[in-house]
T-cell receptor, first 116, second 112 residues
Framework: KAGVTQTPRYLIKTRGQQVTLSCSPISGHRSVSWYQQTPGQGLQFLFE???????NKGNFPGRFSGRQFSNSRSEMNVSTLELGDSALYLCASSPEGTAYSGNTIYFGEGSWLTVV | QKEVEQDPGPLSVPEGAIVSLNCTYS??????FMWYRQYSRKGPELLMYTYSSGNKEDGRFTAQVDKSSKYISLFIRDSQPSDSATYLCASLENFGNEKLTFGTGTRLTIIP
């Protein structure tokens, strides 16, 4: 069974540009969430989507946005990039149902974004 | 105060030793607890998952949760150099609200 797939793996952008990152969840998983990982702040929750609806949102500025498609694939977008946006962006997916049944949350390898 | 606190280490132990990794949390609503292992420049890999208080064992790994003291532990027996990685504890209130709250991670090195 394929895992969570994120593209691109590495990218370099210039301050002020915008970037779009893509995530394909594990087959059958309908919840997709995004996290930012930096050395200073660790892993921080950005937002979560389920059935094309944003279900939860972290404490990030409006420059960070996302969406989910009918096939559960998700994209996140960061506009007007700042140097501090340089980070590893991680996507995670989980199936429906409760964790008591053994379902839980799996991560992709991430997209490394460098803003120069 | 962070909702999940974790000693960042680094922690170095000799091969074969028992490793103890710990986290504390402050949010009483957390019900699900995970441990992830992250190798350098890779995504987090799910190691252990527990629901509520109790122990769970999987091979050389044992996860413990004590909700009364809000304490989460991961024990690694017979540690191997391949266990060298950053270990992240994470907590979740409920599925249907998939927002994991992570500790800062503990960098572990197993010395051959």
């Amino acid at each position: 069974k394929a895992g969570v797939t994120q593209t691109p793996r590495y990218l370099i952008k210039t301050r002020g540009q915008q970037v779009t990152l893509s995530c394909s969840p594990i087959s059958g998983h309908r919840s997709v969430s995004w996290y930012q990982q930096t050395p200073g702040q660790g892993l921080q929750f950005l937002f979560e989507y389920f059935s094309e609806t944003q279900r939860n949102k972290g404490n990030f500025p409006g420059r960070f946005s996302g969406r989910q498609f009918s096939n559960s694939r998700s994209e996140m977008n960061v506009s007007t990039l700042e140097l501090g946006d340089s980070a590893l962006y991680l996507c995670a997916s989980s199936p429906e149902g409760t964790a008591y049944s053994g379902n839980t949350i799996y991560f992709g390898e991430g997209s490394w974004l460098t803003v120069v | 105060q962070k909702e999940v606190e974790q000693d960042p280490g680094p922690l170095s132990v000799p091969e074969g030793a028992i490793v103890s990794l710990n986290c504390t949390y402050s949010n009483s609503a957390f019900q699900y607890f995970m441990w992830y292992r992250q190798y350098s420049r890779k995504g987090p890999e799910l190691l252990m998952y527990t629901y509520s208080s109790g122990n769970k064992e999987d091979g050389r790994f044992t996860a413990q949760v004590d909700k009364s003291s809000k304490y989460i532990s991961l024990f690694i027996r017979d540690s191997q150099p391949s266990d060298s990685a950053t270990y992240l504890c994470a907590s979740l209130e409920n599925f249907g609200n998939e927002k994991l709250t992570f500790g800062t991670g503990t960098r572990l090195t197993i010395i051959p």
